[in-house]
Every structure is written in structure tokens, then in C-alpha cells.
């Protein structure tokens, strides 16, 4: 509201009646410049903003994907969206997904871990994550610590000691997709001031790397997220 009160304050009337072609002109470049802001990214998080609007997994079975984009099922409290792969940041312990909604819903994804959060009623931030384990090498009990900000409340520097390792494939978990008896499921249970059920993870090999297709967390006690790599693969 404030810029544009400034636009239309009586100081800025002479320049558009002196130069009305110029000001024409670059109304006109700026038009250009949003539509072609109007990319397939940018109407593939508009159409997860319907997505988060519905409560049906079959919509979202039927719907026609984007070939060139990637998404995220994510569902949580009986809802389910679809979220698009914004960008990847590069960091020396694995690359950073970062996930949007079309409602401004992001989370940042690393090694299949949660590492961030935002737009949702409780928040993640700075989540820093020591020496967690190759979930290739988890083959008993191991652990690592993960220390993050949590909003509201303004709770800096929450401390976790988390163990993960490898269980059977639970039967009550989302994952819907083929070969779920062979994929690689773990599950990390977390130490901390604030009580957080397990969370879950279903790992897939290819070529020689590990790759996380469908994983739970919960932000607090009573808010908890899955999500799945989307469509899901054989």
C-alpha cells in the first residue's frame, strides 16, 4: 500500500505528464517482463496452490505433471499437496532441495532429511545437522546430533540427539507407489526438549548412491508432514 501511495502521490504528476510516451513504454517493458516471469515453474506452483485446496489423493493421481519440472507429494492433518522443486543449493554435506507450494509453504530437503520449513504453523529454520550418516552405511544403531530455531516461540538452538536405524517396511506409513517391499526403510528417533514422534524414511539404491523417495517428520507434537517424491517410481 505504501508504494503505491507513493505512485500516485502529486509529485510524480508532472514526469507522467511531460514524458507520457516514456512512461507508456515502460509500463509496456514491464508487462513483457511479468509475462515472461510467467514460466512453467511459476504455473507449476500455481497449480499446487489447488492441490493444497483438496483433500483427494485420487486428484492428484489423475493430474498431468510438468514433464520438465520435479515434485513432491506432501501430505499432513488428512491434506495433500503437490509442491515443485524451486531450485538446489550446493552445501559440502549434499544438496538442499528446496520445495514450494503455491500457498508459500517451503521445505528444504537435504539427503532426504528435513532441513527447513516455513509458511506452516510451526517453523524450522538454521537447521544444522553433525555428521549424519550415509543411510547406505546405516546398517545397526547410529546417531548425530541436529541442532534448529523454532517458530513461534522464538526456541533458538533446539538440541537433538538423533539415532537412526533400519527397520522393517512399517505397515502403516503413506508411501504409495510400486516396490515398496524393496526399498531400504529406517526410522530416527530423536532425543530433545521437545518430544517428537519417530520419523521414517524408505530409501532406494541407484547406482551405488542412495536415494530417499518417501520420508516422515514431525515439526512439533502435534504437526507432522510426509512426503514422497512424486510420481512415484518402480
Known amino acids: 500500500m505504501r508504494f503505491l501511495e507513493m505512485a500516485g502521490h502529486a509529485r510524480f504528476r508532472p514526469y507522467a505528464q511531460r514524458y507520457p510516451m516514456t512512461l507508456a513504454r515502460s509500463l509496456a517493458c514491464a508487462s513483457i517482463i511479468l ?4 514460466t512453467q515453474p511459476m504455473r507449476a506452483i500455481s497449480d499446487s496452490y489447488a492441490f493444497l485446496r483438496q483433500t483427494s489423493e485420487a486428484q492428484i493421481e489423475r493430474t498431468v505433471l510438468a514433464k520438465d519440472q520435479r515434485y513432491l507429494k506432501v501430505s499432513s492433518r488428512g491434506r495433500t499437496a503437490l509442491l515443485v522443486l524451486g531450485y538446489i543449493e550446493r552445501d559440502p554435506q549434499g544438496d538442499v532441495e528446496v520445495w514450494y507450494s503455491g500457498a508459500r509453504e517451503v521445505l528444504r530437503i537435504q539427503n532426504g532429511r528435513l532441513v527447513g520449513a516455513t509458511g506452516l504453523s510451526t517453523e524450522w529454520a538454521n ?38 536405524q533400519p527397520i522393517s517396511m512399517p505397515s502403516d506409513t503413506r508411501y504409495t507407489g510400486p516396490g515398496a517391499a524393496q526399498l531400504r526403510w529406517y526410522v530416527e528417533r530423536s532425543q530433545g526438549r521437545i518430544a517428537l514422534r519417530d ?30 517424491r512424486w510420481p512415484a517410481e518402480a
Open 127 to 164: 537447521v544444522r545437522l553433525a555428521s549424519p550418516p550415509d543411510w547406505l552405511a546405516v546398517a545397526g544403531v547410529t546417531s548425530y546430533v541436529r541442532r534448529r530455531d523454532v517458530m513461534p516461540g522464538y526456541d533458538f538452538d533446539e538440541y537433538d540427539k538423533v539415532t537412526v
Open 199 to 228: 520419523a521414517r524414511y524408505a530409501v532406494a539404491q541407484k547406482a551405488g548412491k542412495a536415494i530417499v523417495v518417501y520420508g516422515e517428520q514431525c515439526l512439533d507434537p502435534g504437526l507432522c508432514i510426509s512426503w514422497q
Open 35 to 38: 509475462l515472461c516471469a510467467c
